[in-house]
């Protein structure tokens, strides 16, 4: 049976095998979580409790709330993609580089 790995096990195999320093891998980390952060952040202070919105009459009230809850998810979905792909092409160039140091050490065996 094959075993996937999620996200993070991705994510520190490729910090434990680079040659990446702890401190750059702590700031990178921080600087890669910031953007849903902040997006977290956004929602959590301009959301309007559901008893505001639940006991305005003004449908207004409802628009603006699917607004605000459409708009997070569509930019949590954007970091998302966005993060797949930087790792997706980070463990495509880890792959090739591990295929390159193996052909070049096999053909120096010969």
Not at 24 to 45: E, K, R
Not at 98 to 107: L, M, N
Request: contains cysteine; charged residues 15%.
């Amino acid at each position: 049976m094959k075993r996937h790995f999620t996200q993070s096990e991705r994510l520190n195999t490729i910090a434990l095998v680079s040659d990446i320093s702890g401190c750059g891998y702590h700031l990178a980390t921080m600087l890669g979580l910031l953007p849903a952060q902040v997006i977290n952040v956004y929602l959590g202070s301009t959301l309007r409790s559901m008893h505001d919105v639940l006991h305005e009459s003004h449908v207004t009230g409802y628009i603006v709330f699917a607004f605000q809850i459409l708009i997070g998810i569509t930019l949590m979905v954007w970091v998302v993609q966005k993060a797949r792909k930087e790792l997706t092409i980070a463990i495509m160039q880890a792959e090739l580089g591990r295929e390159t140091i193996s052909t070049s050490s096999s053909s120096s065996i010969s």
